[in-house]
């Protein structure tokens, strides 16, 4: 029963997404029935994708991003995922951070420097 246990726990294990809300973030509505990486990339939507795919490529079946994957047409379901973001990060096996204002060249600092560190994120 212990091996049953262990595959289901790395099978669902997922990935969450700590970003900034910028712009035009795709919603639950966008996305649902789709296939993210077939969706033009542009805005919110070419996150998800680089979000999907450093997930995928790490091993992991299961990626969550907060823009998406809850109902806020639902006030309920709003409150209740706001409440919780907490245990969704810590239950997480891992959290990839997407920093916009931080180009892959950038000079010592610059991740210090970012906007992600004194502004509200998820």
């Known amino acids: 029963m212990k091996r049953v246990e262990e595959v289901v726990k790395s099978y669902f294990q997922y990935v969450m997404l700590s970003h900034r809300w910028e712009g035009k973030e795709p919603l639950l509505q966008d996305i649902q029935g789709k296939v993210v990486y077939k969706l033009d990339p542009v805005g919110g939507i070419k996150k998800l994708q680089s979000f ?28 209740e995922s706001v409440n919780s973001m907490f245990v969704w990060y810590h239950n997480s096996a891992l959290t990839i951070i997407y920093l916009s204002d931080v180009p892959p060249s950038s000079k010592c600092g610059a991740l210090a420097k970012s906007a992600w560190n004194t502004r509200g994120w998820t």
């Open 52 to 79: 999907c795919r450093t997930a995928r490529g790490a091993g992991y079946r299961w990626a969550w991003s907060d823009t998406c994957c809850i109902d806020k047409s639902n006030n309920v379901e709003l409150q």
